[in-house]
């Protein structure tokens, strides 16, 4: 059977958190799901732990970067290693929802970009601290056809904060045909947003977006690795140059940059 959602890992010594990712596919995968995992040269035990992984799922492709790329290129590493059809991006301390990829499935085929929402759990994975945080102020279910230029910006409008514009990998299944026929934006490479910029491109191109709507995956809160590497103060810059990211893309079409920028200063 061929693969039809490639579920693509981004990793870098997350070994203490990635068995329960991978755990959390494993125990409801079908054949038409594989696991892609881009070890971004780990120095901690990750190449070992998916290799145990391995013997228990065969579905397990794992690739490991000779040197750190840093976390754009990985990002689009680990798409371009996918097969599948469709790729979910999932961040390697993050955990898919029971019932998941049942419910995701059969979505797939209509769009070119999905976004789902989250359920923010704590630290250890083991309370729930908000049941369903939801990025967009439309039903479940909505689609947005970015040809028409009124559903573009009706996307931007709906916006509820930066979610909303894909900062969050782990609410994200693209096309991956679609994702892979975009340029590098090398001005970007640096800026930890390069997938919400490749989003950005695919909806410049003319993309069908569908917000789900749904609480599909568990956001582990308290592990920002972005915090570890660089600081609280230089994480909030980091948000901030957000409406950059947008402005590049959408270079014709100031007003979309614009209420990205409103989102970022609140």
């Known amino acids: 059977m061929s693969i039809k959602l490639s579920i693509c890992i981004p990793t870098y010594n997350r070994a203490t958190f990635l068995g329960e990712a991978l755990d959390s596919v494993i125990r409801q995968a ?5 696991i892609v995992v881009s070890d971004n040269a780990s120095t901690d035990h990750t190449e070992a732990l998916v290799r145990e992984y391995q013997e228990r799922f065969p579905r397990i492709r794992y690739h490991k970067n000779p040197e750190n790329l840093g976390a754009d290129r990985n990002f689009l590493k680990v798409v371009e290693l996918g097969e599948g059809e469709y790729c979910w991006l999932l961040g390697s301390d993050d955990a898919l929802a029971e ?54 910006r009706n996307y931007f409008r709906d916006a509820l904060h930066i979610g909303s514009f894909f900062s969050y990998i782990s609410a994200l ?15 970007l490479i640096g800026s930890a947003w390069i997938h919400a910029a490749r ?10 977006v569908h917000y789900i709507g749904r609480p599909l995956v568990l956001n582990r809160t308290g592990n920002d690795s972005f915090h570890a590497a660089v600081g609280f103060t230089r994480r ?15 270079v014709d079409r100031p007003e979309l940059a614009n209420e990205v920028t409103k989102i970022c200063l609140l």
Do not use: K
């Open 99 to 152: 019932g998941a990829i049942a419910a995701m499935l059969p979505l797939l085929g209509d769009a070119d970009v999905y976004l789902m929402d989250r359920t923010n759990m704590s630290f250890a994975m083991d309370q729930t601290l908000v049941a369903h945080e939801r990025f967009l102020g439309a039903a479940p279910g909505t689609t947005y056809d970015c040809r028409n230029v009124i559903e573009l």
């Open 199 to 208: 989003i950005f491109q695919m909806m410049q191109a003319g993309a069908r």
């Open 173 to 187: 299944v693209v096309r991956r045909r679609a994702w892979q026929a975009q340029p590098v934006i090398d001005e």
């Open 236 to 250: 909030r810059l980091i948000d901030l140059d957000y409406p950059r990211v947008a402005r590049t893309v959408f």
């Open 30 to 34: 079908t054949d038409e799901v594989e």
